[in-house]
């Protein structure tokens, strides 16, 4: 897999080029989620992949439904209220990232459209691939 050119997002510029993860390792991964009483948690609505370098790449979607990535720390939990709130908590499975920790990454590939700049990320590890997409605004995780 190669890295493509992406084109931006008009609301939320290029973000950053996630190639520069290719040969580092993953250490941890967090995710935010969003809970409402005692539903399930929807989401997760942010990923932060944290390499071995110690740089937090954040994955998110924007309001536009592109993909951002950028490198941001993770932020605190929040309270919305009537509305629930969000929980910002280190994965312990709870994403198809928690079966590469201690792996490298090995390479990355992005897909964009015109009109809304990046789609979906692919990141590629020794054993097997997670996808990031954004899904009628909703981040998507899935392994292959």
Not at 122 to 136: D, K, L, Q, Y
Request: hydrophobic residues 35%; aromatic residues 6%.
């Amino acid at each position: 897999m190669e890295t493509k050119t992406v084109s931006e997002c008009p609301l939320h510029g290029g973000g950053v080029r996630p190639d520069y993860l290719v040969g580092r390792c993953l250490e941890q991964v967090v995710a935010s989620w969003h809970l409402y009483g005692s539903e399930a948690p929807s989401g997760p609505l942010d990923v932060w992949l944290i390499d071995s370098e110690a740089v937090a790449t954040r994955i998110t979607t924007g309001s536009d439904w592109c993909l951002i990535v950028e490198t941001s720390n993770p932020f605190a939990r929040y309270d919305m209220a009537e509305s629930g709130r969000v929980e910002v908590v280190p994965v312990n499975g709870e994403t198809p990232f928690a079966d590469h920790l201690g792996e490298r990454v090995l390479a990355v590939s992005e897909e964009s459209v015109a009109d809304s700049g990046r789609i979906a990320l692919e990141i590629a590890f020794g054993s097997g691939r997670v996808r990031c997409e954004t899904w009628s605004g909703d981040l998507r995780l899935s392994s292959k």
